[in-house]
Antibody, heavy 124, light 107 residues
Framework: EVQLVESGGGLVQPGGSLRLSCAAS????????MHWVRQATGKGLEWVSA???????YYPGSVKGRFTISRENAKNSLYLQMNSLRAGDTAVYYC??????????????????WGKGTTVTVSS | IQLTQSPSSLSASVGDRVTITCRAS??????LAWYQQKPGKAPKLLIY???TLQSGVPSRFSGSGSGTDFTLTISSLQPEDFATYYC??????????FGQGTRLEIK
């Protein structure tokens, strides 16, 4: 069964750090780009970071310089190191697998497998 | 690239035909996906490339559009379809954005 399981969430004080993990199983992890997406309570989805199969990272401006995405293919694991945390980072954090399909019109991406999420709360 | 969904919420009855719209702030070709999310659950992929149904998704779901205007249609609402729906653009990959969501409620 294809599965993603996040862990590492918890309560942290503003300015603190936390490292999230995502364990993948049921597919060849090293062959897929991976993402982190978060969702604050009652709010919409926000893309947090992505990492390519070669380890190339990508971030939106809201977390760039504070968050670091990484992967360890030998352990089928994805990570998110979060530093200088703020109250606005409080959310459920999901890891997601990126799929794609190649057509005559181009390559189309999507997120086809998601974990159940891990909750991060930033509060004093 | 910003995505604006309308309506933000919608009340409908079982058996109704429902359409949700997603408008992009600039052209994104067909680089759009739709997700369904139920309370306390992770999002589920419904449609990618604007109109391609993900494997296992019921055929009552369909997507259309290209450029800046897209729609998700549910042809005959079932009880399990009451959820929140999000569009997602992947034109500026890997910088990805989601719409604000459309909450579909039972009338």
């Amino acid at each position: 069964e294809v599965q993603l399981v996040e862990s590492g969430g918890g309560l942290v004080q503003p300015g603190g750090s936390l490292r999230l993990s995502c364990a993948a199983s049921g597919f060849t992890f090293s062959s897929y780009d991976m993402h982190w997406v978060r969702q604050a309570t009652g709010k919409g989805l926000e893309w947090v970071s992505a990492i390519g199969t070669a380890g190339d990272p990508y971030y939106p401006g809201s977390v760039k310089g504070r968050f670091t995405i990484s992967r360890e293919n030998a352990k089928n694991s994805l990570y998110l190191q979060m530093n200088s945390l703020r109250a606005g980072d409080t959310a459920v954090y999901y890891c997601a697998r990126e799929g794609y399909v190649d057509t005559a019109m181009g390559r189309y991406y999507y997120m086809d497998v998601w974990g159940k999420g891990t909750t991060v709360t930033v509060s004093s | 690239i910003q995505l604006t969904q309308s309506p933000s919420s919608l009340s409908a009855s079982v058996g109704d035909r429902v359409t949700i719209t997603c408008r992009a702030s600039q052209g994104i070709s067909s680089y759009l996906a739709w997700y369904q999310q139920k309370p306390g659950k992770a999002p589920k992929l419904l449609i990618y490339a604007a109109s391609t149904l993900q494997s296992g998704v019921p055929s009552r779901f369909s997507g259309s559009g290209s450029g800046t205007d897209f729609t998700l249609t549910i042809s005959s609402l079932q009880p399990e379809d009451f959820a929140t729906y999000y569009c997602q653009q992947l034109n500026s990959y890997p910088s990805i954005t989601f719409g604000q969501g459309t909450r579909l409620e039972i009338k």
